[in-house]
């Protein structure tokens, strides 16, 4: 039984492009962390140096002291960030952003909760 040469190609073809696509968008999103780290660093970098240059150290193991300071300054920015998002505040622009994303339109403040009988605007 033998296939014919056509569809040898084309199902070769479209794997091929298949297998690119899914490659790329596995690879998009890890060039873009690492792209936002790269900046996130360099601005970090910034704000340490003079901070680091009263340090009587030139480096913390092994690593020089504004890169060790500046890495310590995102983990730190990182645990406030992950802290704010888990108060209302941070659940509602967590929402908002995740709607404007999306192309869905935003929900107005605590709009949501109209017309479910929990609503104390005295205008439902």
Do not use: Q, W, Y
Not at 20 to 42: D, E, S, Y
Not at 68 to 78: N, P, R
């Amino acid at each position: 039984m033998t296939l014919p040469k056509h569809g040898i190609e084309t199902s070769l073809r479209e794997f091929f492009k298949a297998t690119i696509a899914g490659g790329l968008l596995f690879l998009l999103p890890v060039v873009l962390i690492l792209i936002v780290l790269r900046h996130a660093m360099k601005l970090a970098v910034k704000i340490t140096k003079p901070i680091s240059d009263l340090l009587p150290v030139e480096a913390v193991l092994g690593i020089r002291r504004e890169t060790f300071l500046a890495v310590l300054l995102l983990i730190f920015v990182s645990l406030v960030a992950g802290l704010v998002a888990k108060t209302n505040v941070g659940r509602r622009f967590n929402t908002l952003v995740r709607e404007l994303l999306s192309g869905r339109s935003p929900s107005v403040s605590t709009g949501e909760e109209h017309g479910r009988g929990s609503c104390t605007c005295r205008k439902c």
